[in-house]
């Protein structure tokens, strides 16, 4: 999952009115084209075997990548998706999505380990360091939460295709109105197949939806909206493919335009073979 986001408190600052006017947007949309709100047509099988997919992609598909805390941040890395989960106390610059995943499948009747029973909402992560993190790999509570990840899979395959859901509406909002149509017809293009539905999915999940201004290295993004924006074709059967050559175009330019101190090219040639993923290629 890529997390490279402002923090909320600069987000307020910086961006507060933006972001007010853009949320307008985003319910002027639902209101002139309800349409958007409507479910992504892909079966429960197909929807977990892209959450598969994405589980490969993001942690190799294995059961400790489930439960993950990766080194230099400060954050636990959950589930097939490597949702986010901050300790107490800590707000940093990225989406805390695992509380929303943990909701999510509650409401789907999936039992929720004690660890993450909360009053009204779920508790912070427990361990304040990866040190803490890592020193617990082997308790009950890590165990119980491995295991509560590894039932839900399905679940979390869901809460996936429901972010996608929430994602065209975004996207118009922030396309110029010139490109809105174009930026529609080839999501739709893309939901058509389920080899597309799993482009749309991970990409959006790993890149995110491109629609904060913050997310740009010399004014141009690198998320869902910049890759759709590329695209022109017209085939169904040949939209996975044309979406991983653009996503290929925009994640090369995102490194090209990228902070010389971030060495971002250490990081395109895995990225490529992720979108490889897209086409089969």
């Not at 319910?27 to 589980?55: M, Y």
């Not at 097939?80 to 509650?106: A, D, M, N």
């Not at 149509?181 to 739709?188: T, W």
């Not at 101190?261 to 897209?278: A, F, Q």
Request: hydrophobic content about 40%; proline content about 5%.
């Amino acid at each position: 999952m890529d997390k490279c986001h402002p923090s909320r408190k600069q987000l307020f600052h910086r961006f507060g009115g933006a972001v007010w006017r853009f949320a307008i947007v985003v319910v002027g949309l639902f209101a002139l084209w309800p349409e958007l709100a409507q479910a992504i047509t892909i079966s429960h099988n197909d929807a977990l075997k892209v959450g598969k997919r994405v589980w490969q992609n993001e942690c190799g598909g294995t059961i400790s990548g489930l439960t993950s805390w990766n080194q230099g941040e400060d954050f636990a890395s959950l589930g097939i998706g490597h949702f986010i989960w901050y300790p107490k106390g800590r707000q940093g610059p990225f989406e805390e999505s695992f509380p929303k995943l943990v909701s999510f499948v509650s409401k789907r009747g999936a039992k929720l380990p004690t660890l993450l029973l909360g009053v009204g909402r779920v508790r912070p992560c427990p361990w304040n360091s990866r040190a803490e993190f890592l020193q617990a790999q082997n308790t009950v509570e890590m165990n119980q939460l491995r295991r509560f990840l590894v039932d839900t899979i399905d679940l979390q395959a869901e809460f996936l295709v429901a972010r996608l859901e929430a994602a065209l509406p975004k996207m118009l909002a922030e396309a110029a109105p010139t490109e809105r149509s174009n930026v529609q017809q080839q999501f739709e293009r893309l939901t058509k197949t389920p080899q597309g539905c799993y482009a749309l999915i991970d990409y959006v999940n790993f890149k995110g939806e491109g629609v904060l201004h913050t997310e740009r290295y010399q004014g141009q993004g690198w998320g869902l909206l910049q890759v759709l924006e590329s695209m022109h074709g017209n085939s169904d059967s040949g939209a996975p493919d044309e979406f991983a050559r653009a996503a290929k175009v925009v994640l090369t330019r995102r490194v090209q335009n990228s902070p010389v101190d971030r060495h971002e090219s250490r990081w395109l040639t895995g990225w490529l073979r992720r979108v490889n993923s897209y086409s089969g290629g």
